[in-house]
C-alpha cells in the first residue's frame, strides 16, 4: 500500500502520509487512504458506477485537495464509494488538469464494514512535497 497513517499528527482527525512515483500514481494512493479511513476493505468496493472527474488549479497541492474533496463529496451526495483506477495530469498554460475515472457503488452496510465518516479534508498541515522517487503528500482528514 503506497500510504500509511499517522497516529501522532492528529488527536481528533485523521492524518495520512502516500507516495508515488508520479503525481498520478500519487493522487490514486491519496484517494485510496481517503476511502480507506470510511471503509475497513477496499476490496470490497466493486466498480458498479463510474464517475468521470475533471479538475484544475495552478497549483498541483491545491489540485489534489480538490480532488481528495471530490471522493468526500460523492460519498455524501450520491452515498458512492469510489476508487481511482486511472488518471491523467497534464500541465496547460499554467495550470494542472486531471482527469480521472473513478468507479465503484453505493454504500451497502452489510457488505461494507464503515469506520469512521470523513467530513473534510483540511489544510491543517497539508503538503505535497517532491522525493527522490517522486511524489509525497501529508493529509489531514476532517472526522
Same mark, same amino acid.
Given at each position: 500500500?503506497?500510504?500509511?497513517?499517522?497516529?501522532?499528527?492528529?488527536?481528533?482527525?485523521?492524518?495520512? *502520509?502516500?507516495?508515488?512515483?508520479?503525481?498520478?500514481?500519487?493522487?490514486?494512493?491519496?484517494?485510496?487512504?481517503?476511502?480507506?479511513?470510511?471503509?475497513?476493505?477496499?476490496?470490497?468496493?466493486?466498480?458498479?458506477? +463510474? +464517475?468521470?472527474?475533471?479538475? *484544475?488549479?495552478?497549483?498541483?497541492?491545491?489540485?489534489?485537495?480538490?480532488?481528495?474533496? *471530490?471522493?468526500?463529496?460523492?460519498?455524501?451526495? *450520491?452515498?458512492?464509494?469510489?476508487?481511482?483506477?486511472?488518471?491523467?495530469?497534464? +500541465?496547460?498554460?499554467?495550470?494542472?488538469?486531471?482527469?480521472?475515472?473513478?468507479?465503484?457503488?453505493?454504500?451497502?452496510?452489510?457488505?461494507?464494514?464503515?469506520?469512521?465518516?470523513?467530513?473534510?479534508?483540511?489544510?491543517?498541515?497539508?503538503?505535497?512535497?517532491?522525493?527522490?522517487?517522486?511524489?509525497?503528500?501529508?493529509?489531514?482528514?476532517?472526522?
Amino acid at each position: 500500500m503506497p500510504f500509511r497513517y499517522l497516529e501522532d499528527r492528529a488527536i481528533a482527525d485523521v492524518a495520512f *502520509e502516500a507516495w508515488g512515483a508520479s503525481l498520478p500514481e500519487l493522487f490514486i494512493a491519496a484517494a485510496d487512504a481517503t476511502v480507506n479511513v470510511m471503509i475497513r476493505e477496499l476490496s470490497m468496493i466493486q466498480p458498479r458506477e +463510474r +464517475r468521470q472527474l475533471r479538475l *484544475e488549479d495552478e497549483d498541483a497541492d491545491m489540485l489534489l485537495f480538490q480532488f481528495l474533496q *471530490e471522493m468526500i463529496f460523492f460519498k455524501d451526495a *450520491e452515498r458512492l464509494l469510489l476508487r481511482v483506477r486511472e488518471i491523467e495530469i497534464v +500541465r496547460q498554460e499554467h495550470r494542472y488538469v486531471a482527469r480521472a475515472n473513478a468507479y465503484g457503488e453505493r454504500i451497502d452496510a452489510r457488505r461494507h464494514e464503515l469506520i469512521v465518516d470523513v467530513k473534510a479534508v483540511t489544510l491543517h498541515r497539508f503538503s505535497l512535497t517532491p522525493t527522490a522517487s517522486g511524489w509525497k503528500v501529508e493529509v489531514i482528514l476532517d472526522v
